[in-house]
């Protein structure tokens, strides 16, 4: 078996060198020890975005008749155009949603890249895509959704949420016998993330905003309201942590309402999702079992390198009749959702769920669970401390890793000087946000090694002046 196995890398199998490209061995290898070496190595916390003047003038012409060969290309992106992008996965890195994916899901990325397969259909990508289903089906146990359950990975959960609606809208479409008169309307709140905005635009739907309660929450009784008064309300999006403060609608309610109108619920779980697997939390997300449709995203809260979303189905049937697509060259092969491409709107992908199955094999799902339960933890202590600051004023209590947070008496102005300054420094990555129309800031935490008191400390200096 051993033998067999080196049999495959053994020379005796080695491609020879192209006709057109010679063996590149020297582009192979420059490419292949920068991967390895940027795997295992820490970030550089000041690399930054430049101007495109900038980066001509150092850059200069790349793509030339002849070739730069491999010394000069690598050397160009290694020296000018990586530094000149933001480490993710800084642990001080806390803006928007960063990332914090494992050595291992990174190394992966970089098999899945070599082995080049067509993750499409089952056909040409079986072992892949069963893999992927594993991974798949350890999310669906922990929404508890049947086994019939399905779904595929797809760039993110801007693709996710897209993919999602199209399903729901075509379920409406079949339950009230076409296009309504005044067209498909999608419900949700005003927290919604700005993709499913987008994604209503792109389907040719008209968004209702449904007022959420005094905490923020969209509400059973308020979607029910809503949708009494619109028969043309196919969809209703409720948050599994709202991006910009963590808000977890109240998906049970939700569901409730929805369902007795006949109405698709999808949760956009694309930030907060990863958190079904922290014991601690979970009560929150009750009533995710009977929603219609979930995405998260691996690449935000579950240790995977971009891109990659999980988008699954509680009842892949309508999704499958919403987004086959038929060719003749393609009508030769078996249909169904065993074809990730017959699940959302794509049809050529890239195995992105490998790098998250891989992880999740190496390291087993309770480390996943107790590193999700770090970062709530790393949260819930940066919010007490900001509380006990006399400077500072906690503006909500984190239900999940977003803390928000304001420093009185500073405008939007001050903050974004104060994060300007710190993030050129190295220091820290922590933007400015609105909290009911007002400037504060926020920390997102998703990277088990980020330390609260270092947060803390450097959170500190909010207390001076602001800088000029
Ligand atoms: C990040 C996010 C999205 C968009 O996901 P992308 O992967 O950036 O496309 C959608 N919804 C929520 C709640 C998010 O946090």
Same mark, same amino acid.
């Given at each position: 078996? *051993?033998?067999?196995?080196?049999? %495959?890398?053994?020379?005796?199998?080695?491609?020879?060198?192209?006709?057109?490209?010679?063996? +590149?061995?020297?582009?192979?290898?420059?490419?292949? +020890?920068?991967?390895?070496?940027?795997? /295992?190595?820490?970030?550089?916390?000041?690399?930054?975005?430049?101007?495109? #003047?900038?980066?001509?003038?150092?850059? =200069?012409?790349?793509?030339?008749?002849?070739?730069?060969?491999?010394?000069?290309?690598?050397?160009?992106?290694?020296?000018?155009?990586?530094?000149?992008?933001?480490?993710? *996965?800084?642990?001080?890195?806390?803006?928007?949603?960063?990332?914090?994916?494992?050595?291992?899901?990174?190394?992966?990325?970089?098999?899945?890249?070599?082995?080049?397969?067509?993750?499409?259909?089952?056909?040409?990508?079986?072992?892949?895509?069963?893999?992927?289903?594993?991974?798949?089906?350890? $999310?669906?146990?922990?929404l508890g959704w049947?086994?019939?359950?399905?779904?595929?990975?797809?760039?993110?959960?801007?693709?996710?949420? !897209?993919?999602?609606?199209?399903?729901a809208?075509?379920?409406?479409?079949?339950? $009230?016998?076409?296009? &309504?008169? =005044?067209?498909?309307?999608?419900a949700?709140?005003?927290?919604?993330?700005?993709? %499913?905005?987008?994604?209503?635009? !792109?389907?040719?739907?008209? %968004?209702?905003?449904?007022?959420?309660?005094?905490?923020?929450?969209l509400t059973g009784p308020a979607v029910a309201?809503?949708l009494?008064?619109?028969?043309?309300?196919?969809a209703v999006v409720a948050s599994a942590?709202?991006?910009?403060?963590?808000?977890i609608d109240d998906l049970a309610g939700i569901a409730e309402a929805a369902h007795d109108h006949g109405v698709w619920v999808h949760v956009?779980?694309? @930030?907060?999702?990863?958190?079904?697997?922290? &014991?601690?939390?979970?009560?929150?997300f009750h009533g995710i079992e009977q929603v219609d449709s979930f995405? %998260?995203?691996?690449?935000?809260?579950?240790?995977?390198?971009?891109?990659?979303?999980?988008? !699954?189905?509680r009842?892949?049937?309508?999704? !499958?009749?919403?987004?086959?697509?038929?060719?003749? @060259?393609?009508?030769?092969?078996?249909?169904?959702?065993?074809?990730?491409?017959?699940?959302?709107?794509?049809?050529?992908?890239?195995?992105?769920?490998?790098?998250?199955?891989?992880? $999740?094999? /190496?390291? =087993?799902?309770?480390?996943?669970?107790?590193? /999700?339960?770090?970062?709530?933890?790393?949260?819930? #202590?940066?919010?007490?401390?900001? *509380?006990?600051? #006399?400077?500072?004023?906690?503006?909500?209590?984190? #239900?999940?890793? /977003?803390?928000?947070?304001?420093?009185? =008496?500073?405008?939007?102005?001050? @903050?974004?000087?104060?994060?300007?300054?710190?993030?050129?420094?190295?220091?820290?990555?922590?933007?400015?946000?609105?909290?009911?129309?007002? &400037?504060?800031?926020?920390?997102?935490?998703?990277?088990?090694?980020?330390?609260?008191?270092?947060?803390?400390?450097?959170?500190?200096?909010?207390?001076?002046? &602001?800088?000029?």
């Amino acid at each position: 078996m *051993d033998n067999e196995h080196e049999n %495959v890398t053994s020379s005796a199998r080695r491609r020879p060198p192209s006709k057109v490209w010679g063996d +590149e061995s020297d582009a192979v290898s420059a490419a292949l +020890e920068w991967a390895a070496t940027r795997t /295992v190595s820490a970030s550089d916390p000041k690399t930054t975005a430049r101007t495109p #003047e900038e980066l001509a003038a150092d850059v =200069g012409d790349v793509i030339t008749p002849e070739g730069l060969g491999a010394t000069e290309a690598m050397r160009i992106f290694s020296e000018i155009l990586a530094p000149a992008t933001r480490a993710q *996965d800084d642990p001080l890195n806390l803006a928007y949603i960063p990332a914090a994916p494992t050595r291992a899901a990174v190394a992966f990325d970089e098999v899945v890249a070599s082995a080049n397969i067509f993750g499409g259909l089952w056909e040409s990508g079986a072992g892949a895509i069963f893999a992927e289903n594993q991974a798949l089906a350890w $999310l669906v146990g922990l929404l508890g959704w049947p086994a019939e359950a399905g779904g595929c990975f797809v760039s993110g959960g801007t693709a996710g949420n !897209l993919s999602a609606l199209a399903a729901a809208r075509e379920a409406g479409r079949a339950r $009230l016998g076409g296009r &309504p008169d =005044g067209g498909f309307k999608l419900a949700c709140s005003a927290t919604a993330h700005s993709s %499913v905005a987008s994604s209503a635009r !792109l389907l040719d739907m008209d %968004v209702v905003s449904v007022p959420v309660d005094a905490d923020d929450h969209l509400t059973g009784p308020a979607v029910a309201a809503a949708l009494d008064a619109d028969p043309n309300i196919v969809a209703v999006v409720a948050s599994a942590g709202s991006t910009n403060a963590g808000i977890i609608d109240d998906l049970a309610g939700i569901a409730e309402a929805a369902h007795d109108h006949g109405v698709w619920v999808h949760v956009d779980g694309a @930030y907060g999702g990863a958190a079904l697997c922290a &014991p601690s939390v979970r009560d929150r997300f009750h009533g995710i079992e009977q929603v219609d449709s979930f995405t %998260v995203d691996p690449h935000k809260w579950l240790f995977a390198p971009y891109d990659c979303c999980a988008l !699954l189905y509680r009842d892949p049937t309508r999704a !499958l009749a919403t987004h086959s697509q038929h060719a003749a @060259y393609l009508d030769s092969t078996e249909r169904g959702k065993q074809n990730p491409a017959d699940l959302a709107a794509h049809l050529t992908r890239r195995t992105r769920g490998l790098p998250f199955w891989f992880s $999740l094999a /190496v390291h =087993g799902t309770d480390k996943y669970s107790r590193a /999700v339960e770090m970062c709530l933890a790393t949260a819930r #202590e940066v919010a007490d401390g900001i *509380d006990r600051a #006399e400077h500072l004023r906690l503006l909500r209590t984190p #239900e999940l890793s /977003v803390v928000v947070f304001d420093r009185p =008496g500073w405008s939007w102005d001050d @903050y974004s000087a104060w994060s300007h300054r710190l993030a050129v420094d190295g220091v820290i990555l922590c933007t400015p946000t609105r909290h009911h129309g007002d &400037p504060a800031l926020r920390l997102a935490f998703v990277n088990p090694e980020t330390e609260a008191d270092q947060v803390l400390a450097i959170l500190q200096t909010l207390a001076d002046d &602001p800088p000029r």
